[in-house]
C-alpha cells in the first residue's frame, strides 16, 4: 500500500522559510515523479511543482517560481520543498502525490495522495 | 498556460439521479491528457479517471469520462450516497493546471 506522510508544516511569519518533507513508502520511491499539489482554505487545487524520478526535469507553478525549490532523496524515500519568501497568498495545505506512471522523462499526474500539510504564513 | 474552467460550479441531485460536470479548457489538451478527481471533505483527493476516459484501479463503473480537444465531461450514471462530493478536472499535457472544482450535492 502507497503511504505518503507530509512534515513540516507551521505557521511562519511573511518573507520567512520553511521546509516540507515527504515520507514514501509502499512502493518503489525511486521509480516515480513526484509532484506538491496546495489547496488554500476553502479553495481549489494547485499544482505548485513537481520532479521527474530521477530529478533530472523539475518544474514549478508561476506563483512559486523562483521562491520554492523541490528535491528528493530517493535513498531516503523523500520528497522535499524548501519554501523562501514566503507570502499570506502561500497559506494552504501542501501535499506530497506521486506520478501515476514510472520512469517518465518528466512527469504526467498525481495518482496517491499524501493527507497533507498545513502551512500558515502570517504575521 | 492552460485554463480549465468547470461547470456548474454547484449540481444539486438526489441520489439515483444521473450528474454530467463539463470542464472546457482554454486551448487544446496534448493527446487529451485529462485526469478527474473526487474530493471530500478533510480528505486528500483521489483519482478517478485519467486520460480522459480511463478508470483508475478500483473505481466502480458508474464513473465514466468522455471528450477530447478542449471539452471534457466526467458523467456518473446514478449518484450514490458516497459520490457527493467536490470533483476537480486537471490537464497534464502541459505545466498541469486544475478546474476549480464541481461541488455534487445533495438536493
Known amino acids: 500500500e502507497v503511504q505518503l506522510v507530509e512534515s513540516g508544516g507551521d505557521l511562519v511569519q511573511p518573507g520567512r522559510s520553511l521546509r516540507l518533507s515527504c515520507a514514501a513508502s509502499g512502493f518503489t520511491f525511486d521509480e516515480y515523479a513526484m509532484h506538491w499539489v496546495r489547496q488554500a482554505p476553502g479553495k481549489g487545487l494547485e499544482w505548485v511543482s513537481g520532479?521527474?524520478?530521477?530529478?533530472?526535469?523539475?518544474g514549478y507553478a508561476d506563483s512559486v517560481k523562483g521562491r520554492f525549490t523541490i528535491s528528493r532523496d530517493n535513498a531516503k524515500n523523500s520528497l522535499y520543498l524548501q519554501m523562501n519568501s514566503l507570502r499570506p497568498e502561500d497559506t494552504a495545505i501542501y501535499y506530497c502525490?506521486?506520478?501515476?506512471?514510472?520512469?517518465?522523462?518528466?512527469?504526467?499526474?498525481?495518482?496517491?495522495w499524501g493527507q497533507g500539510t498545513l502551512v500558515t504564513v502570517s504575521s | 498556460e492552460i485554463v480549465l474552467t468547470q461547470s456548474p460550479g454547484t449540481l444539486s441531485l438526489s441520489p439515483g439521479e444521473r450528474a454530467a460536470l463539463s470542464c472546457r479548457a482554454s486551448q487544446s489538451v496534448t493527446r487529451d491528457y485529462l485526469a478527474w478527481y473526487q474530493q471530500k471533505p478533510g480528505q486528500a483527493p483521489r483519482l478517478l479517471i485519467y486520460?480522459?476516459?480511463s478508470r483508475a484501479t478500483g473505481i466502480p463503473d458508474r464513473f465514466s469520462g468522455s471528450g477530447s480537444g478542449t471539452d471534457f465531461t466526467l458523467t456518473i450514471s446514478r449518484l450514490e450516497p458516497e459520490d457527493f462530493a467536490v470533483y476537480y478536472c486537471?490537464?497534464?499535457?502541459?505545466?498541469?493546471?486544475f478546474g476549480q472544482g464541481t461541488k455534487v450535492e445533495i438536493k
Open positions: 520532479i521527474s524520478w530521477n530529478s533530472g526535469t523539475i
Open positions: 486537471q490537464q497534464y499535457g502541459s505545466s498541469p493546471t
Open positions: 486520460g480522459s476516459a
Open positions: 502525490a506521486k506520478d501515476f506512471i514510472s520512469y517518465t522523462s518528466g512527469w504526467y499526474f498525481p495518482g496517491d
